[in-house]
């Protein structure tokens, strides 16, 4: 492959969700090895300054190099953060490496626009797309960030739900725009209203890297570069959840009323939506009514639930052993105000809503399995996997793409001999294997009721020919 091919190539794969480095503006001719920057920290004085070197790091003038601008901008000030890609300016010209980036951005997308061989709406897509994250910063740097629930939000990237890859994909875009979304478009449900904002010191398109012992920074993989959040306590919250709480001077007939009228187990007690005091729940007024016929309100209040307060991004595979041993606790938002209570009935129910899938999904790996070893020998399923790029080990470790492998493959499928449209049949396979990944990755948007309907057709007529 020529070096320009090379190059149009790694440019290619930043319109899917690749972080822009500094070896990439490099490549675009947009920056030369030896490029002097300086970074001021503050009017008046010396600025700091790097070189860039030939294979896209920052050197500072003590020969240590980063891969990273913000790591080169904190390690040079002596600081925890910095935005680094905002910072440095490139001499004599004066701009930005981040003014760079966007001017990279800017030609890969036009690129795309005019390749005849893409198709116009993929091309027409991109284009879009990076008008809408130019226009957002422009509004966010003016003060008047663009506000959008965050189906709105993906429905950017043509998205009607999130998983790993595509919520990686969306953060390497915000981040190559200097962007970011308050509360994280990862981290809350669906229907939830996010900000976009420029990216606050932190400059989170910069992953924290380690050291190498030759004193160069050693950059992360593409893989490591956005963190997987993972299911966090924001996504259990309903978008039309409103807490219901009682001040501490209620009285025990407003706190009953209160937890009656919707059924719940507990309520919160709070002097206003940031300031919780506890919690009344049936037990503990019961407790308080054993303790002394007399009890008041007071009494009952639970205050060490005051401290089971967690923010709305905290993961809730972190939490689950304060939720077993209490049975609830309370979570806030981005503005730090107590919006939701989640018990251990809310995750019973989470869990329950991924089982059907994740059983269906069991059940359809079990018939594929039996059917290829009552039909195929090992060396016929090998050399079907070795055809599709797939090391076969056994049967029992086969995967959901390597039953599409065999199955896909003209002579297993005459051997078969099934009454039924090969590529059909392989193209719901691959369907399915998409939501079955989905499902094992656990990603917080519930698997749509016409996907658990397809597994569950899929598993139908595989039994149906499978005997």
């Not at 981040?98 to 284009?127: G, I, N, S, Y």
């Not at 009890?295 to 005051?306: E, G, T």
């Not at 079955?436 to 597994?455: A, E, I, Q, S, Y």
Request: proline share 4%; glycine share 6%; net charge negative.
């Amino acid at each position: 492959m020529s070096n320009g091919s090379s190059s149009r190539s790694r440019r290619e794969l930043l319109i899917n969700g690749r972080r822009v480095r500094i070896s990439d503006l490099i490549d675009a001719d947009l920056l030369a090895a030896d490029t002097e920057l300086t970074f001021q920290q503050r009017i008046g004085e010396t600025p700091y300054r790097a070189t860039v070197t030939a294979r896209g790091q920052l050197r500072l003038p003590d020969g240590r190099e980063f891969a990273t601008p913000s790591r080169a901008a904190a390690e040079v000030a002596g600081l925890v953060a910095v935005p680094g890609w905002a910072v440095w300016r490139v001499q004599p010209s004066g701009q930005t490496l981040h003014h760079l980036r966007v001017k990279l951005l800017k030609d890969v997308a036009e690129e795309v626009t005019a390749d005849q061989a893409r198709p116009h709406k993929e091309a027409e897509a991109v284009r879009r797309r990076f008008a809408v994250l130019e226009e957002a910063r422009t509004e966010a740097e003016e003060g008047t960030p663009r506000t959008l629930t965050v189906r709105e939000f993906i429905k950017h990237w043509g998205l009607e739900d999130r998983d790993r890859t595509t919520s990686a994909q969306i953060d390497a875009d915000l981040a190559n725009h200097g962007l970011t979304t308050i509360p994280d478009f990862r981290t809350v449900s669906l229907d939830k209203t996010i900000r976009i904002l420029v990216l606050p010191e932190g400059d989170i398109d910069d992953a924290a890297t380690d050291v190498a012992g030759d004193g160069v920074e050693a950059t992360s993989s593409d893989d490591e570069e956005s963190v997987d959040v993972g299911l966090t306590l924001g996504n259990l919250l309903p978008d039309d959840m409103s807490l219901a709480w009682v001040s501490p001077t209620a009285s025990f007939e407003e706190a009953i009323t209160a937890m009656q009228v919707d059924d719940f187990s507990q309520i919160a007690v709070l002097t206003n939506p940031y300031t919780l005091h506890g919690a009344v729940s049936w037990e503990s007024i019961a407790a308080a009514k054993h303790r002394d016929a007399k009890a008041i309100f007071s009494d009952a209040i639970d205050r060490r639930a005051a401290t089971r307060v967690f923010d709305y991004n905290v993961r809730l595979l972190d939490v689950l052993e304060t939720l077993q041993q209490n049975g609830f606790i309370f979570v806030r938002d981005d503005q730090r105000k107590i919006t939701g209570v989640i018990t251990a009935a809310d995750v019973v129910r989470k869990y329950d809503e991924t089982a059907t899938p994740f059983f269906l999904i069991g059940e359809i790996d079990q018939e594929l399995r039996q059917l290829l070893q009552n039909t195929f020998d090992e060396e016929t399923v090998r050399q079907a996997c070795s055809s599709a790029g797939s090391s076969f080990r056994s049967f029992d470790s086969m995967s959901i793409g390597q039953y599409q492998a065999v199955l896909d493959n003209p002579d297993c499928w005459q051997q078969l001999d099934w009454p039924l449209d090969r590529r059909v049949f392989i193209k719901r396979l691959d369907q399915l294997r998409k939501i079955r990944n989905n499902v094992m990755h656990f990603n917080p948007d519930p698997v749509r009721l016409t996907d658990v309907g397809k597994l569950r057709h899929f598993l139908g007529l595989i039994r149906r020919y499978n005997r």
